[in-house]
């Protein structure tokens, strides 16, 4: 189940983040009656295709094709949750890891049932094509 693999922050307990890190991502103010989320992540960089390849304990394994260099992963990985959630990357921030595979994402404005439900997705298409499932979000299918 996709619950354990995010922390669901209450909306008066989440101030507009602003990221330090170049190319994480910054969160502005939240929309009304949206959450934001703490995702875990257990980054794997330098895959062929960026990809949910399952889980990795209690956390979502994810795959990025750039290499960890010049924070490109970083950059890919942002940009990969904002597909998988279907949010924009201005919404996703990476809060905590950002030179570990082990990273915490945080999600400002996301609907938890659709997070709940994007990630599922992917981790039952993860699980029946041997760890390749790829987002589906805004961008359609590829």
Same mark, same amino acid.
């Given at each position: 189940?996709?619950?354990?693999?995010? =922390?669901?922050?209450?909306?008066?307990?989440?101030?507009? &983040?602003?990221?330090?890190?170049?190319?994480?991502?910054?969160?502005?103010?939240?929309?009304?009656?949206? =959450?934001?989320?703490?995702?875990?992540?257990?980054v794997?960089?330098?895959?062929?295709?960026?990809?949910?390849?399952?889980?990795?304990?209690?956390?979502?394994?994810? /795959?990025?094709?750039p290499?960890?260099?010049?924070?490109?992963?970083?950059?890919?990985?942002?940009?990969?949750?904002?597909?998988?959630?279907? &949010?924009?990357?201005?919404?996703?921030?990476?809060?905590?890891?950002? %030179?570990?595979?082990? %990273?915490?994402?945080? &999600?400002?404005? &996301?609907?938890?049932?659709?997070?709940?439900?994007?990630?599922?997705?992917?981790? =039952? /298409?993860?699980a029946?094509?041997?760890?390749?499932?790829?987002? /589906?979000?805004?961008?359609?299918?590829?």
């Amino acid at each position: 189940m996709a619950d354990d693999l995010f =922390d669901v922050e209450p909306r008066a307990a989440v101030p507009a &983040v602003a990221s330090a890190e170049p190319g994480a991502g910054t969160a502005g103010a939240r929309p009304a009656g949206l =959450d934001a989320i703490v995702l875990r992540l257990h980054v794997q960089p330098g895959a062929g295709r960026a990809s949910v390849a399952g889980r990795h304990g209690d956390s979502l394994h994810v /795959r990025v094709a750039p290499p960890p260099a010049d924070n490109r992963a970083n950059e890919a990985c942002v940009a990969f949750v904002s597909d998988l959630l279907d &949010v924009k990357s201005a919404q996703v921030a990476i809060v905590g890891g950002p %030179k570990s595979r082990e %990273k915490r994402v945080r &999600v400002e404005g &996301v609907d938890v049932a659709a997070a709940r439900a994007a990630i599922a997705d992917a981790l =039952d /298409r993860a699980a029946t094509s041997g760890g390749s499932a790829r987002s /589906r979000g805004n961008r359609g299918a590829r």
